[in-house]
């Protein structure tokens, strides 16, 4: 007998027996399974125990999934053997596999699929119970329910480097936007978990310089801050290595990293024009001193300089605070005065996987500043969890006296792909009895957590980025929803909102190229979802195309839709890689313009709907035609069945790791496009949903 087949019989002295005889035996792994883990599963307590007390089984590790063996108890249903792996082996139960699922809601889940059912035994009823047990088990043990829960990260999608503020009950936070505009987005939050953004720091097209600069410039780690009544934001301005046109930008010198500052009365703006100061470095932040004294931290390390109150002048040179604890990257850095202490937070390690977060602190603002020893308190320790790269991160307490801080992090498909760009998470921040800060107690980022304790209020709507909508009660001068963003500032009047729909217009210059203008983009912020729009073909002439892109930037993105060439209308996918077109899929719209059998091209009123479904790494394209539908809704005449166009199986190049060239840190985005200089295209609706 085999010890695999020991521990499904559920023999336990043969289990003995065997272990006894090879004790090497409990490595093994038959069918892809760790032994400890079929043990587990069938919720034999006696056995799981004496493979943890008497085998050399380890059991900090986790299997590809990167489950725990907590995860394969909760199967079972048996709670004495989850309080058992809980409680005494110290597994926890708010740990996350690769999709970020943890024990606790793992026995929800299957606490609600056993609730579908209507059993016709015993044994199943008992077996629903069970779960149930188990989920109340959690919920005394962690002390929270999962409604009373939050989950990292807090956003997802491209929302790097993250800066707070809290002004009152209401929080308040930036991220780097790079060459998008509009720049840098403010999002407002009255919990800290869910967030909307109400405004951007730079609206004006003349003010914001994105025109000539690569993918991956622009601006850089924003910070916000709040002094006497005004709301201050400040970023570095990242030109290009080489500024061919300095004349064409609204200011001159020499410094290829200068830091922006605007403020305004109001957190969503509209905000002053922009100052720069020609400080060379990246990550500002300002700091206001109990005397009132105004300054500005940048990298290397965190150099500090004096600011007029205003924040729009130097009035000091910069000077070498603390290099930083890992002396590797420090950067990132912000200032918090707290009992008599000035306590330096920084980013360190780079922003791959040995980001972190340390803290050092002085009596003095110009004093030696001593290294905590708990150095980093941010850090992911484990390369397989799913939350990885975890660093610059920024402190904030709330109204009820809480700690939190926010810091930025990844998620890579494969352990190797960073799609959706760095994202935003959020930890307690507890204080030791001689007064150094810890984040989520020294354990990495959380999965799974309790919601901070805050004021009664009524929680604003959630953010809309997986809308139908274009445009929202809250919206920019151009009509369009706060969401949407464009590769650098865009011509005036791009886009038209009409009742039929929004018409794009066309880019002079095709996406590949810096010049390229138009294109209308949402962050992409799931790896699994749908993309669907719906637009009129009639007005492209011969050169021109118009549908859906998945981009990154000018050098790694795809087009999915319709072309005009040589008189003819194709239907295409088409992906740029560095400096190589091609198409993928290709096929002639010619006797494709019928519904139900309909021919309505010559009407005017048949159009094409483009569907994106993406799961991982892989797109599947399709479409089918359909009648003019109203504004904003899909079409609610039966159409066609979609017919398949094509799938790439692997769109790697949609993410920072897709080629070495330039900056790249990002994130993947999609939404519509139109090249063709002149023409306008009315797209009826554009809609995401996982």
Request: hydrophobic share 30%; aromatic share 12%; charged share 25%.
């Amino acid at each position: 007998m085999t010890l695999q087949e020991a521990v499904l019989q559920e023999n336990l002295e043969m289990v003995r027996r065997i272990l006894i005889e090879n004790p090497a035996c409990i490595d093994e792994k038959p069918d892809g399974v760790w032994i400890p883990y079929q043990a587990a599963k069938t919720g034999n307590l006696e056995i799981v125990k004496y493979i943890v007390e008497y085998s050399r089984a380890s059991f900090n590790e986790t299997d590809e999934n990167c489950r725990t063996m907590l995860h394969y108890a909760v199967e079972s249903g048996n709670l004495e053997l989850v309080k058992y792996l809980t409680e005494r082996v110290g597994l926890s139960p708010l740990a996350g596999d690769k999709d970020l699922v943890t024990p606790y809601e793992l026995a929800e889940r299957l606490c609600k699929l056993y609730e579908r059912f209507e059993y016709a035994n015993e044994t199943e009823d008992e077996d629903k119970a069970a779960q149930r047990e188990i989920v109340t088990y959690f919920e005394s043990y962690c002390g929270f329910s999962l409604d009373d829960s939050y989950k990292n990260p807090i956003l997802t999608g491209m929302h790097p480097d993250p800066s707070i503020v809290c002004v009152g009950d209401d929080f308040y936070m930036v991220n780097s936007s790079f060459v998008f505009f509009p720049c840098i987005p403010i999002s407002h939050s009255r919990d800290l978990i869910h967030w909307e953004i109400i405004g951007h720091a730079i609206t004006n097209p003349a003010w914001s310089g994105l025109g000539t600069l690569e993918g991956g410039r622009g601006y850089w780690a924003p910070d916000i801050s709040y002094y006497k009544g005004r709301f201050y934001i400040t970023a570095t301005y990242r030109l290009n290595d080489t500024v061919e046109d300095v004349d064409s930008l609204p200011w001159n010198g020499t410094p290829y990293r200068k830091q922006m500052v605007v403020s305004s009365e109001r957190p969503e703006g509209p905000y002053s024009e922009p100052v720069f100061i020609d400080e060379d470095g990246i990550d500002p932040s300002i700091f206001t001193d109990d005397d009132g004294r105004r300054y500005m931290l940048l990298n290397r390390g965190a150099r500090i300089f004096e600011i007029s109150p205003d924040g729009t002048k130097q009035l000091s040179e910069a000077k070498l605070l603390y290099y930083g604890h890992n002396k590797r990257a420090p950067e990132g850095s912000h200032l918090l005065k707290k009992d008599g202490w000035y306590y330096l937070f920084q980013a360190e390690g780079g922003t791959g996987p040995g980001h972190r977060i340390s803290v050092s602190r002085s009596r003095e603002l110009f004093g030696i500043y001593e290294p905590c020893p708990f150095n980093p308190i941010m850090r992911q320790n484990d390369p397989k969890q799913a939350i990885q790269r975890c660093g610059h991160g920024k402190p904030v307490q709330t109204p009820n006296g809480e700690w939190y801080m926010v810091y930025l992090c990844g998620r890579q498909l494969e352990g190797k792909y960073s799609m959706l760009g760095r994202e935003t998470a959020l930890d307690k921040i507890t204080w030791t009895a001689d007064g150094w800060p810890m984040v989520n107690h020294l354990q990495g980022p959380s999965v799974l957590a309790k919601k901070p304790e805050l004021p009664e209020f009524t929680a604003g709507k959630q953010p809309t980025v997986f809308g139908r909508i274009f445009y929202e009660s809250d919206s920019t001068t151009t009509g369009l929803g706060l969401q949407w963003v464009t590769p650098r500032e865009p011509e005036d009047n791009f886009a038209e909102l009409k009742e039929d729909g929004l018409y794009l217009l066309g880019s002079r210059t095709d996406l590949c190229e810096v010049s390229a203008r138009n294109l209308l983009l949402q962050r992409q912020t799931a790896f699994d979802f749908t993309a669907e729009t719906k637009f009129s073909y009639q007005n492209l002439q011969d050169g021109q195309d118009a549908g859906m892109t998945c981009y990154y930037d000018e050098n790694t993105y795809l087009k999915f839709g319709v072309f005009r060439e040589c008189g003819k209308t194709f239907l295409k996918v088409q992906e740029h890689v560095d400096n190589d077109t091609w198409d993928s899929f290709c096929v002639e719209l010619e006797g494709e313009c019928t519904v139900n059998g309909q021919c309505g091209e010559s009407s005017g009123e048949t159009e094409i709907v483009l569907r994106c479904e993406t799961r991982g790494l892989e797109r599947t394209f399709s479409y089918r035609m359909e009648p003019q539908g109203s504004y904003g809704e899909a079409s609610s005449v039966s159409a066609e069945p979609y017919q398949l166009l094509g799938i790439l199986p692997n769109v790697y190049y949609l993410c920072d790791e897709g080629i070495k060239r330039g900056k790249r840190f990002t994130g993947a985005m999609l939404g519509m496009y139109v090249y063709g200089e002149g023409v306008r295209i009315p797209f009826r609706y554009f809609q995401v949903w996982e």
